[in-house]
């Protein structure tokens, strides 16, 4: 048997199938190897991979693209009590997540955000317990089982997510003598530069005695 092969316990083996976060439930996964991106077109009513430029259809290789990866997990199986085998199916907002990081060997929590629309988007959640993972975690190329997903071996796998990295920046620390001042004779809609300030300065509208204080203060 190929597992054995592969110099896998002998015991129970799982079919490995792609594994989409569900709607309702939550998903504990631990990893064992990062995503391995496509993209795939909207076609005659389903997501087909793209095969690359030259091989891909002109007119649909034009159009839009949605980034998929496929990753390597071994899910928590309440019935099982057993960590199984399956390929992660990852959307562009959860790779954001999963970014930059070392995932071999870490726990998540995938669920996807509440909502009403068609797709929900996917979220996850670092689990605080990360030593309940199956150790060693053996890695296994997700390739085959996505061509069998997609029914076609012809896919460029290694596509990145085009979605860029969230801007960080630091936030600039204000005191009271920066408040932008109010332009005498302006009329109120065209004031609130200073009450907007205010607004953020304290997570909320301004209260009533800081209003009183600032008026105080101005005179
Ligand atoms: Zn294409």
Same mark, same amino acid.
């Given at each position: 048997m190929r597992d054995r092969e592969q110099g @896998? /316990?002998?015991?129970?083996? @799982?079919?490995?199938?792609?594994?989409?976060?569900?709607?309702? @439930?939550?998903?504990?996964? @631990?990893?064992?190897?990062?995503?391995?991106? $496509?993209?795939?077109?909207?076609?005659?009513?389903?997501?087909?991979?793209?095969?690359?430029?030259?091989?891909?259809? *002109?007119?649909?290789?034009?159009? %839009?693209?949605?980034?998929?990866?496929?990753?390597?997990?071994?899910?928590?199986?309440? /019935?099982?009590? %057993?960590?199984?085998?399956?390929? +992660?199916?990852? *959307?562009?907002? $959860?790779?954001?997540?999963?970014?930059?990081?070392? +995932? $071999?060997?870490?726990?998540? *929590?995938l669920f996807r955000e509440p909502g009403r629309k068609r797709t929900l988007r996917v979220a996850g959640e670092l689990n605080a317990n990360q030593g309940c993972a199956p150790r060693p975690l053996r890695s296994f190329d997700v390739r085959p089982t996505v061509q069998r997903l997609y029914h076609t071996s012809q896919i460029q796998f290694g596509a990145k997510n085009p979605t860029p990295d969230t801007l960080h920046l630091p936030v600039l620390r204000a005191d009271d003598a920066a408040a932008p001042a109010d332009e005498p004779g302006l009329p109120d809609q065209q004031k609130s530069a200073r009450e907007t300030w205010f607004r953020m300065r304290n997570g909320g509208e301004r209260n009533g005695s800081q209003a009183k204080a600032e008026k105080g203060g101005a005179k």
């Open positions: @896998a /316990d002998s015991g129970p083996t @799982a079919a490995v199938r792609v594994l989409v976060v569900p709607r309702a @439930a939550k998903l504990v996964v @631990a990893f064992a190897g990062s995503p391995v991106g $496509l993209l795939a077109h909207w076609f005659k009513g389903r997501s087909r991979p793209c095969p690359g430029e030259t091989e891909c259809v *002109t007119s649909v290789h034009r159009g %839009a693209t949605t980034w998929y990866g496929y990753a390597p997990v071994y899910y928590a199986s309440a /019935d099982a009590r %057993a960590w199984v085998p399956a390929v +992660l199916e990852v *959307t562009e907002s $959860l790779e954001e997540t999963l970014r930059h990081r070392n +995932l $071999l060997g870490e726990v998540w *929590t």
